[in-house]
Nanobody
Framework: QVQLVESGGGLVQTGDSLRLSCAAS???????MGWFRQAPGKERELVSA????????WYAADVKGRFAISRDNAKNTVLLQMTSLKPEDTAVYYC?????????????????WGQGTQVTVSS
């Protein structure tokens, strides 16, 4: 059974940092892995994604320069280092994986999902 388990969310203040971790079990993912987020009343959006080999990545415009994604294929994990957090970063963050394939921007292209971890940034 494939599982993606996120950890690392929490309540922080503006300007603080958090590191989200996603551990995958049940199979090795040969495709893109990404982090989405969903704030109340908003659609789920891609925050960042990284290619299977870890040599290509994508960031949403409002997190570029503040967030960094990485993956360790030997450990089947993907990390999202978040710095200079802002209240507008508040959301549930989801880890997602594609079975195969390159970076895609929409949730429907991802095959597996974690349960989500709450990130709350207070002003």
């Amino acid at each position: 059974q494939v599982q993606l388990v996120e950890s690392g969310g929490g309540l922080v203040q503006t300007g603080d940092s958090l590191r989200l971790s996603c551990a995958a079990s049940g199979r090795t993912f040969a495709g893109t892995m990404g982090w989405f987020r969903q704030a109340p009343g908003k659609e789920r959006e891609l925050v960042s994604a990284i290619s299977a080999a870890g040599d290509a990545w994508w960031y949403a415009a409002d997190v570029k320069g503040r967030f960094a994604i990485s993956r360790d294929n030997a450990k089947n994990t993907v990390l999202l280092q978040m710095t200079s957090l802002k209240p507008e970063d508040t959301a549930v963050y989801y880890c997602a994986a594609r079975s195969t394939g390159d970076i895609e921007y929409f949730a429907r292209h991802y095959d597996y999902w974690g349960q989500g971890t709450q990130v709350t940034v207070s002003s």
